[in-house]
């Protein structure tokens, strides 16, 4: 099978297009959310190497970072029952369901300080993308809806979210900071076309 490694750089150059337009930020996620919710639509297009589970704990695979730091995205996979801790973005993010199911939660602040889940967890299948950001709810804890499969969903930030300096939180809703990294030290090559047949 051909990696339609295509359909990403299409993904890519729309959303640098969005991004450029400076839309305010409910424009962006509505506008974002489709173009994502078409790169999701199929599922050969994802390297190999950025599709491996890891037998310790979730990975995520940067497949490319904007230039001046506007937008990341990554792939992010859940070996079965992989969950994240509860924690935030502090910036915008789209995620897109892959491969697999996730589990999604968010949390509210109770006037006590501590953490509740805010209404039921919701599930994304294949296809389906989900925004996240402090304007509309920015803490969450994510899991692999399967306990015996891997699931893979494509996550964009408004930032190169693996350097931000953000928190996961403690059942008392104590932050902690973190920085997250990627699980990959190589990017993906998306620029070599020299193999490419032409694409309709
Ligand atoms: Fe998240």
Same mark, same amino acid.
């Given at each position: 099978?051909?990696?339609?490694?295509d359909?990403?750089?299409?993904?890519?150059?729309?959303?640098?297009?969005? &991004? #450029?337009?400076?839309p305010g930020?409910?424009?962006?996620?509505?506008?974002?959310?489709?173009?994502?919710?078409?790169?999701?639509?199929?599922? #050969?297009w994802?390297p $190999?190497?950025?599709?491996?589970?890891?037998? $310790?704990? /979730?990975?995520? /695979?940067?497949?490319?970072?904007?230039? !001046?730091?506007?937008?990341?995205?990554?792939?992010?996979?859940?070996?079965?029952?992989?969950?994240?801790?509860?924690?935030?973005?502090?910036?915008?993010?789209l995620?897109? =369901?892959?491969r697999?199911? $996730?589990?999604?939660?968010?949390?509210? !602040?109770?006037?006590?300080?501590?953490?509740?889940?805010?209404?039921?967890? =919701?599930?994304?299948?294949?296809?389906?993308?989900?925004?996240?950001?402090?304007? &509309?709810? #920015?803490i969450?804890?994510?899991?692999?809806?399967?306990? #015996?499969?891997?699931?893979?969903?494509?996550? &964009? /930030?408004?930032?190169?979210?693996?350097a931000?300096r953000?928190?996961?939180?403690?059942?008392a809703?104590?932050?902690?900071?973190?920085?997250?990294? /990627?699980?990959?030290?190589?990017?993906?090559?998306?620029?070599?076309?020299?193999? $490419?047949?032409?694409?309709?």
């Open positions: 099978m051909t990696l339609r490694l359909r990403l750089r299409l993904f890519l150059h729309d959303l640098a297009t969005l &991004v #450029d337009e400076q930020e409910p424009q962006l996620l509505a506008r974002g959310a489709a173009l994502l919710g078409e790169l999701v639509r199929q599922d #050969d994802l $190999e190497e950025c599709a491996q589970p890891r037998p $310790e704990r /979730y990975s995520q /695979y940067l497949l490319h970072a904007d230039a !001046r730091q506007r937008f990341s995205v990554v792939s992010f996979v859940w070996g079965p029952g992989q969950a994240t801790p509860v924690h935030d973005h502090r910036t915008w993010g995620i897109g =369901m892959l697999g199911a $996730e589990l999604a939660q968010g949390f509210a !602040r109770a006037p006590d300080g501590r953490l509740w889940p805010e209404g039921a967890p =919701m599930r994304l299948e294949p296809g389906q993308v989900e925004a996240v950001s402090p304007q &509309v709810g #920015d969450h804890q994510v899991s692999n809806a399967y306990a #015996d499969r891997t699931s893979i969903s494509i996550h &964009v /930030y408004g930032g190169n979210i693996g931000i953000r928190a996961t939180y403690t059942e809703g104590r932050e902690q900071t973190f920085i997250s990294g /990627y699980t990959n030290r190589h990017l993906p090559n998306l620029w070599d076309l020299s193999q $490419e047949t032409a694409t309709p």
